[in-house]
């Protein structure tokens, strides 16, 4: 039985064997003696990538006799392929080398990219030198403004497209009185171009460069412009970080300006250092009236050169310093200036820690002076009744004072108690704000007892104060027949469904309140439905009404809405019902309403919800 093998050695060391038509693989080590009669062994090329070369082993084809033949052909035969088997090229052990170099390479790869990882996490970037750092910025064009860090032709676009602008700014500082420009981000270049346009300007007189991205540097833009420049009255610079130094810059041209009669500088990062450069220019400017420093971060020392400057100056009408951190210092030093001064007529102190000590300094000086304050806010200055008790002596005594404001501080029933006896005395203030100073029933009832004989208030502010049903049931009786209040604030009182229903008798009666906010009282549809009744009677001066945020469903505005189309003769013209718990229906019975309204009496009426 014959028998052929044959051996590839491709890519794999395997010796094939074909038995009688069957293979079988074998190892390299297989040997060859069988018992067949001949042995066929094909070797394949051998492949070297390396060298692009393949190495084509000689084809060898052995016959031998069966195990049992002996003679001296087969041993001749036997020597031949022996020696030819011996010449040939001893075959690669490719199983070894293969075991050996993958892990070995595998192990170089993974040793060379950590190595890598390391050295870029660990190792520190090579600083660019200016001529590296100029190549790599060639062709580009750098700007703070959005959208103009591009290429080249697409920058010089923008560039174009800004100057354009520009122009049009300028045709309207040319061309209007009245020119807002806030917000337009045009920076201290753009300043730069706008500013020659009001030079020997007739037209503009109020200018707004708010919130452009001004600095410093950027006013010296109008060196040499508003020296020369009487027709512009209002200048407003606010939200512009000009400092200290933008400050003294802008004071070194105003000290001889002779038009401005506005200047706003809200917002821009004043300093005391700034507040002094004011003070000083305030000393020789004669034309400036209102001055508005709103929150900045002028301390006593700010408010000490401004206070030195009142002394001399007699234009300025109006100052405003909201928001800033004179506290019971600098309200002292403010009052020292106050003393000689008669040309002030409103301040506005909201925001500055003043205290009891510092409300007492800055009455007392005021109580001294003989010109004639219309306007005192001293909301949110941490006043106790102790304060209030320094502010209702100078309201007994005041015959100038129109305007009141005590906004959120924490002068109680006992503070609210005392204004109300120094209201009783004063016959001057329409505008009362005492919001957010934790009054309860007792003191508004004392306030309320002062609208009886008092017929000058026109506004009243007890916002933010827990009076609950109680204080709006004393409140409403009076209001019913006395008073002449027009506007009348009341929202987050908890005065509940309840206080609605005091309210709501007190408008069937009532002929001067035009506008009553009950936000956040709790009303529910109980509470609305009440007021809807009241809505239901002609009501001659009520014209805007605020039920937001009172928990009012679709039974409330069904009420309202019915209320609403059988009055013939309604007045309201603003209704306000937003963030309450309506669905489509109850916003579709309102819309209704209102569309009614609008057939019967032609007159629009407002409905938000």
Avoid at 296 to 305: C, E, P, T
Wanted: proline share 2%.
């Amino acid at each position: 039985m014959g028998s052929s093998s044959t051996f590839s050695l491709c890519s794999h060391p395997t010796v094939n064997f074909e038995f009688n038509g069957r293979k079988v693989g074998y190892g390299l080590q297989k040997s060859l003696s069988s018992s067949s009669s001949y042995c066929l062994i094909h070797i394949s090329p051998i492949c070297i990538s390396s060298r692009r070369k393949c190495l084509q082993l000689r084809r060898v084809i052995v016959r031998a006799a069966s195990s049992s033949s002996t003679g001296p052909r087969r041993s001749t035969n036997t020597r031949r392929v022996y020696k030819e088997s011996q010449a040939q090229t001893p075959a690669l052990p490719v199983d070894r080398i293969v075991s050996f170099v993958v892990p070995a390479g595998a192990f170089v790869v993974i040793s060379f990219v950590l190595w890598k990882l390391v050295e870029k996490v660990l190792l520190p970037k090579p600083a660019k030198t200016t001529s590296e750092e100029s190549k790599s910025t060639q062709g580009l064009k750098w700007s703070i403004a959005a959208g103009t860090n591009l290429l080249p032709g697409f920058g010089a676009k923008i560039e174009r497209e800004s100057k354009l602008r520009l122009n049009d700014f300028a045709k309207e500082l040319r061309s209007f009185s009245i020119v807002d420009m806030s917000g337009r981000n045009f920076g201290d270049e753009g300043l730069f171009f706008l500013a020659e346009s009001l030079a020997y300007n007739q037209t503009a007189e109020e200018v707004n460069f708010a919130a452009n991205g001004i600095t410093a540097d950027g006013l010296k833009a109008f060196d040499g412009i508003l020296q020369s420049n009487i027709a512009l009255k209002t200048l407003n610079l606010s939200g512009n970080a000009i400092g200290d130094e933008g400050a003294k810059c802008l004071c070194d041209i105003l000290a001889n300006n002779s038009g401005i009669q506005k200047l706003q500088l809200n917002s821009t990062g004043l300093g005391d250092e700034g507040a002094k450069a004011i003070g000083e220019m305030l000393k020789k400017n004669s034309t400036l009236r209102v001055l508005e420093l709103n929150n900045n971060l002028i301390d006593y020392s700010g408010f000490s050169g401004l206070a030195g400057s009142l002394l001399e100056n007699k234009t300025l009408q109006s100052l405003h310093l909201n928001g800033n951190y004179g506290g019971a210092l600098g309200a002292a030093a403010l009052a020292k200036g106050l003393e000689s001064n008669k040309s002030l007529r409103e301040l506005y102190m909201q925001g500055n820690s003043v205290g009891d000590e510092g409300v007492r300094a800055l009455i007392s000086g005021l109580s001294l002076r003989k010109g004639k304050l219309v306007l005192l806010d001293l909301a949110n200055n941490s006043i106790t009744a102790r304060g209030a008790f320094h502010v209702a002596e100078y309201v007994k005594k005041s015959k100038s004072l129109l305007w009141l404001n005590l906004y959120m501080n924490d002068i109680k029933d006992e503070g609210a108690e005392k204004i109300a006896e120094a209201l009783k005395e004063n016959r001057s203030i329409t505008n009362v704000d005492l919001g957010g100073n934790d009054i309860h029933a007792k003191g508004i009832s004392a306030i309320a007892e002062v609208l009886k004989d008092n017929s000058v208030i026109t506004s009243l502010e007890l916002g933010y104060n827990p009076i609950g049903p109680e204080g709006a049931m004393a409140l409403a009786e009076v209001l019913k027949f006395h008073g002449k209040v027009k506007d009348l604030m009341l929202g987050w009182c908890q005065i509940g469904a309840k206080g609605a229903e005091y309210f709501a008798d007190m408008l069937k009666y009532n002929s001067t309140i035009s506008t009553l906010d009950l936000r956040a009282n709790g009303l529910r549809d109980e509470g609305a439905i009440c007021l809807a009744r009241s809505l239901k009677v002609v009501n001659e001066s009520l014209t805007t009404l605020n039920l937001g945020f009172n928990e009012i469903r679709d039974e409330g505005a069904f009420a309202i809405a019915q209320a609403l189309k059988a009055n013939e003769d309604v007045r309201l013209t603003s209704l306000n019902l937003a963030s309450n718990f309506l669905t489509k229906l109850g916003q579709t019975a309102l819309t209704d309403a209102r569309d009614h309204v609008f057939e019967m009496t032609e007159k629009e009426l407002a409905v938000m919800f």
